[in-house]
């Protein structure tokens, strides 16, 4: 079975930059398209950034857009979140997830199979 696992978050202050990780434990990632989402307290969890299993397309959120940046290392079976000029409303426990292994990308979080514990990113103003 396909197990994300998260790291990399923590407290930065507005216009810093963090990058999490997302390992695969158990079985590969390869062949799997994976998305990013987030949830803040109080809130549904909602999209923010997916890549196809060959990593060859790139989907992100309105908000995030030239702001963050998704890829993948198939070699090393990690996906990453690359997020800069962070602002205080992208505080929010951030989730990895993987799709049906060689299926389209979705925004759906119910569209995803496997889920990470999530990483918690706080942006302090």
């Known amino acids: 079975q396909v197990q994300p696992v998260e790291s990399g978050g923590g407290l930065v202050q507005a216009g810093g930059s963090l990058r999490l990780s997302c390992a695969a434990s158990?079985?590969?990632?390869?062949?799997?398209?994976m998305g990013w989402f987030r949830q803040a307290p109080g809130k549904e969890r909602e999209f923010v950034a997916a890549?196809?299993?060959?990593?060859?397309?790139?989907y992100y959120r309105d908000s995030v857009k030239g702001r963050f940046t998704i890829s993948r290392d198939n070699t090393k079976d990690t996906v990453y979140l690359q997020m800069n000029s962070l602002k205080p409303e992208d505080t929010a426990v951030y989730y990895c997830?993987?799709?049906?292994?060689?299926?389209?990308?979705?925004?759906?979080?119910?569209?995803?199979?496997?889920w990470g514990q999530g990483t918690q990113v706080t942006v302090s103003s």
């Open positions: 158990g079985r590969t990632f390869s062949g799997y398209p």
């Open positions: 890549i196809s299993w060959s990593g060859g397309s790139t």
């Open positions: 997830a993987a799709k049906s292994r060689f299926g389209s990308n979705s925004y759906a979080p119910d569209d995803y199979n496997y």
